[in-house]
Structure formats: C-alpha cells, structure tokens
C-alpha cells in the first residue's frame, strides 16, 4: 500500500513540476542553503505555499516526495518501510521531501536518523510550536527554517501580472491600478489559491479556516469543548487589532479559567491563524500580564469568519502592516511590539533593535480630518519622548508628506507605497 501512494504521489509532483508558480520572495535566500546538510524546515499556514515554495527550491535536483496529509498514511509507524518503499520508487536519492512532516508520529527521530545516514532534508509543516519545539530538542544546531505566508502585496501583483517601477509610481493610471489591487488585497487576503483561481474568496477561507481548526487543533490538541474553540477563533477575528485579556476572554466565552483561554488562543497561534502581539515595556513581567492584540494571519479571514455590522479599513490595514512586518524579518514579542503611553494614547508599533527603539508606527486609513492628524501625531510625540525614538511614521491609505511638530519629523507614507518596499525592518 505505501509503495502505491508514493507512485500516486509521485505522479501528483511531476504535474506539479509542470505548472509556473509565483517565484516567492524569500527562496532566492533561502536556496543558498539547499547544498548545505542542515535540515531545511518550511512553516507557515496551509494552502500558502509551503509546498510550491519546497519544489521551487528543489526545482534543479532529483528528489523523492512524500506527502503526510494522507489519511492513508495516518497509521504508518514503520519508518524503515518508508524509506525502502521511496528509494524503490525514486531509486537511491540525495533529497528528500517531506510535506506535512507533523502528521507522523515521532517524525523528529525519523528525521534525525536520515540525516545521520547522509540524506539532505526538506520538511513542510503547518504548525509552529510542534515543530519547533521537537527540532529545538532533537535536531539542535542541524537545521535552518523560513516561514511561508500567504502573498505579500509585491507578490500579489506579480501573480496579477503586474510590473511596476519605481519611476512610476507617480504616473495616475499607474497609482490608479495599484490602489484598486490594493483595495481587493485588503479585504481578500493574499492566499494563492485565492489570488491566482478566482475562487470565491469568502466561501474558499470560510472552508479553509474551518479545515485548520479541524485539522491542526481540535484533532491535534484533542480539544474537549469544540465549540468553545470555535467561538474563540470568531471572536478574536471579530475583534482583530483590539486590545484582549485573558480574564476577558474567560468571562465572555466562559472558560473554566484563564489558562484554558491562553492555552486556547496559543492554539490558534501555533495553527498560524492569529498571532497576540505583546504591550512593550521594559519589564518583563509587566509585558507578560498586560492586555494583548490580536492580528490575523491574512485579512481574507477577517472578511470570512468575523461578524463586522461595516468596514473597518484602518484595521484592515493595520493588520496588513502586521504581517508585512513578520514577512519582512520582525519577531513577534522580541523585536515587535505595540505601546502605550502613560496617558493610555496608543502607537500601533514598536519595533526594537538591541536595546534600542528603533521606529514607532501609526497607522490611520485617513488624516484628512485635522483632528484625526493630530490625535495620531500627539500619540506619536508622547511615545516618542517615553521611548526615545526620533524615527517616526504615520501610515495611511493615500497621504504622502512629512511635517516637523515640536523639532520632530513625522513621514506620512502611502500603504501601498510602504508595501512595495522591501526593506528589512528588523
């Protein structure tokens, strides 16, 4: 049996080799790797490309694949038979590709045992915390990882076959163009398959979003009360970029305690579904007890699953800023924060190097209104004299320009402008 899934497999990856994909960002990077013998770990949600972005970095070697999201290999335990049963496939090969490694039991010390044997790895797997904590203790020091999320809004445009220079930027058709990929970005998401089928966006994440949960934490985990995960996932996603505490979230969706609403929310961190950004503060402690913000892994969710009576744009975008900020090198509660001042006057982001603050972030879908402007500039100056940082942004959905208040300098950057930036942040 497990020879004729390997054979179906293995005819599932030569179409798949066929096909032309989106070139993703981080595999130029990456591949610089793929000689090397540590082990090679792609993470991140399902269905945004783990798998493409793996055969794109195996695209010029010869490679045996095994895929674990089977059901018909759910009951493998035998390693050694999956061993014999590739090379009798692949015949004898140097890479090996395993997608969705989490799914087999004591995978790390199969893992471990390969590449003792010369193998060179690469391993897929939608969960977090599960990998990294069993790499962590089996395979210390012997491997190198990447997160996989769905399309930045540079790689969106690329699928949607458009080029834009720089030069350009300020040509209105083209300005045009980008603002109306960047409305649809912002509110779909940048899920491939939704980007590039024409999937119905709604319908296709509704589906998706569910899988995951079914998947990746209630089977996983072996959630007792079903359904209380699910009116957490829903509410957190109806209440993304808001300030939660625990104690909240026990009240509201009656937990038991606490500890099962962290323990849950961790759940759908690990699932890749939404991320709790820390309150910065110098103390440790004080960052651990303080209320948390709730970000998405992809705006296409929000519009799936969060019950909204309008449109909130100005979340929209933060949420989008989020995630860019992860794409672009930030680590969640290391270098990425949020802040509040001691007058309780909010800056959406904080972002640290060393010891250092290096920039603070505002983001406000309009400043037209004189009064918006200066609620966010003062929020801004506040943190700015707390925190001792000069370097100061205000992003917004189309106002460009830098003004000076108090001896300050304060850029106002377009969204769309700041998203096809590719700049390292952190």
């Not at 193998?119 to 599960?130: I, M, P, Q, R, W």
């Not at 779909?188 to 934490?217: C, M, R, S, W």
């Not at 004080?286 to 296409?300: F, V």
Request: charged residues 25%; hydrophobic residues 35%.
């Amino acid at each position: 049996m497990l020879q004729e899934i390997i054979l179906q497999q293995k005819k599932e990856k030569e179409q798949t080799l066929l096909k032309d994909f989106i070139k993703r960002e981080k595999i130029t990077g990456f591949k610089k790797n793929l000689s090397s013998d540590l082990i090679k770990v792609i993470t991140g949600p399902r269905r945004a490309g783990k798998s493409v972005f793996s055969f794109l970095l195996l695209e010029d070697a010869n490679f045996a694949y095994l895929n674990f999201d089977d059901e018909k290999l759910l009951d493998v335990t035998d390693t050694d038979e999956i061993i014999k049963s590739l090379v009798e496939v692949y015949g004898k090969t140097k890479y090996i590709f395993f997608d969705e490694i989490q799914n087999l039991k004591n995978w790390e010390l199969f893992v471990n045992k390969l590449q003792r044997r010369g193998y060179n790895l690469v391993l897929t797997g939608s969960n977090a915390k599960l990998l990294s904590k069993e790499l962590s203790t089996s395979l210390t020091g012997r491997y190198i990882s990447v997160e996989i999320f769905p399309f930045s809004f540079r790689e969106f445009l690329t699928a949607k076959k458009v080029s834009v220079a720089k030069k350009e930027f300020n040509l209105p058709e083209i300005k045009g163009e980008i603002l109306n990929y960047l409305s649809e970005y912002n509110l779909h998401g940048g899920f491939p398959e939704v980007t590039l089928k024409n999937f119905e966006p709604k319908q296709y994440l509704n589906t998706l979003y569910e899988a995951i949960l079914l998947k990746d934490i209630v089977k996983r985990y072996n959630v007792r009360f079903t359904q209380k995960m699910y009116d957490l996932s829903v509410y957190t996603a109806s209440n993304f970029c808001q300030e939660l505490s625990y104690t909240k979230l026990k009240n509201i969706l009656g937990f038991n305690s606490t500890h099962t609403a962290q323990n849950y929310l961790s759940y759908l961190s690990e699932a890749y579904i939404s991320f709790t950004l820390n309150r910065y503060s110098n103390k440790v402690k004080e960052q651990i007890n303080a209320s948390k913000k709730i970000y998405l892994i992809d705006n296409g969710f929000i519009e799936a699953k969060a019950f909204q009576s309008s449109k909130n744009y100005g979340k929209l975008i933060e949420n989008l800023i989020f995630i860019e900020l992860l794409n672009r090198g930030c680590k969640l509660n290391m270098n990425l924060f949020y802040y509040k001042t001691r007058n309780q006057k909010e800056v959406d982001f904080v972002l640290k190097k060393g010891i250092k603050i290096k920039e603070l972030i505002q983001v406000s879908y309009d400043v037209k209104d004189p009064y918006t402007e200066k609620r966010e500039i003062n929020s801004l100056l506040e943190a700015s004299e707390e925190l001792n940082c000069k370097n100061l942004s205000i992003i917004t959905w189309d106002t460009e320009k830098k003004v000076t208040v108090k001896k300050t300098k304060i850029s106002f950057i377009p969204l769309w402008k700041w998203l096809l930036d590719n700049t390292l942040f952190c």
